[in-house]
């Protein structure tokens, strides 16, 4: 299969990657030239533009960072939309407001292209390992001509409805790992302040009805202190903010997603912005009268 890829960063570069490893022809772009450059010396080819692999490709993909980046890249000066050609299936990756991938969807049925928001979930290892879940909205029919692309970047892969129906499974993910890690770190920096082993607290722990896998992988993350960034904090940030918008669209009250919404809102603001999400760790650790 032709397939366009755009956007390379810590998402988007392994997942094209898995796309050349499956054998499909890659033609991708960047905003920034040596994005491209691990791609292009992987076997991809390059292009000037967005409009130039819509022009070529019969599934073309973006992941970038939010709504006005995928308006851009679909609708935009030179972007998929410009390029007018009927049976292109248009991919959006990215986690965007439900009701901006609607909008995008519309405007880009009048140029005759079929669209797919299907965000993911598994981070930067979900990505390098080809196992992220992957949650799609739109067509039937344009789900089936994208699943074998969907099929070398993923393991978990779900048609959930309409346009926009993935990006609520998006915003329904981040409300349950925004506040699972929140609760995670809650809990250990609960039991280092008592004084008692927080590694020993988290092993009794998995044994019993509070196991989760967010204890079990971002558990064992914090208690190494190991905040490389996988899922940047500014990144939640912009996530949980989708749902809290959203929320006060449909009218929706959501106390537990509110405040971790604040929480992320402040790792932000005191600098944390760059560290993985569970560097909420760290922000409690401060609150909480430690270095963090």
């Known amino acids: 299969m032709r397939i366009g890829f755009i956007g390379l960063g810590i998402m988007g570069r392994p ?5 050349l490893r499956g054998g499909h022809q890659l033609m991708v772009w960047a905003r920034r030239a040596e994005s491209m450059q691990p791609l292009l010396d992987a076997g991809a080819t390059g292009a000037a533009n967005p ?18 980046d995928v308006e851009q890249v679909m609708l935009g000066e030179n972007g998929v939309a410009s390029a007018g050609r009927t049976g292109l299936v248009a991919v959006d990756m990215s986690t965007i407001r439900p009701a901006a991938a609607r909008g995008i969807a519309s405007r880009l049925q009048a140029s005759g292209i079929d669209f797919l928001d299907a965000p993911v979930s598994g981070g ?4 390098v390992a080809g196992t992220l879940s992957i949650m799609v909205g739109g067509s039937t029919a344009a789900f089936d001509t994208a699943r074998p692309a969907f099929a070398c970047m993923g393991r978990n892969i779900v048609h959930v409805g309409d346009s926009g129906a993935g990006q609520v499974a998006k915003a329904a993910n981040q409300i349950v790992t925004g506040v699972g890690v929140l609760t995670v770190a809650e809990a250990l920096n609960f039991a280092a302040r008592s004084g008692v082993d ?22 064992q993350r ?6 490389k960034p996988g899922f940047k904090s500014w990144m939640h940030q912009k996530d949980m903010n989708i749902v809290m918008q959203s929320a ?6 959501l106390p537990l997603a509110a405040a ?3 929480m992320f809102n402040a790792m932000v603001g005191s600098g ?6 569970i560097a909420i760790l760290k922000l409690l650790e401060r609150l909480s009268g430690g270095e963090g």
């Open 15 to 19: 997942m094209a990657l898995n796309l």
């Open 51 to 68: 409009a130039e692999l819509a022009e070529q490709a019969e599934v073309l993909i973006s992941m970038v960072a939010d709504a006005p």
């Open 124 to 127: 930067e290892v979900g990505a």
């Open 198 to 219: 927080p590694a020993r607290v988290r092993e009794a722990l998995l044994g019993g009805f509070a196991y989760s896998k967010i204890l079990e992988n971002h558990g």
């Open 222 to 227: 914090m208690l190494d202190r190991n905040f």
């Open 248 to 253: 006060h669209e449909l009218g929706l009250c």
């Open 260 to 262: 971790t919404a604040q």
């Open 272 to 277: 944390l912005g760059e560290e993985d999400s």
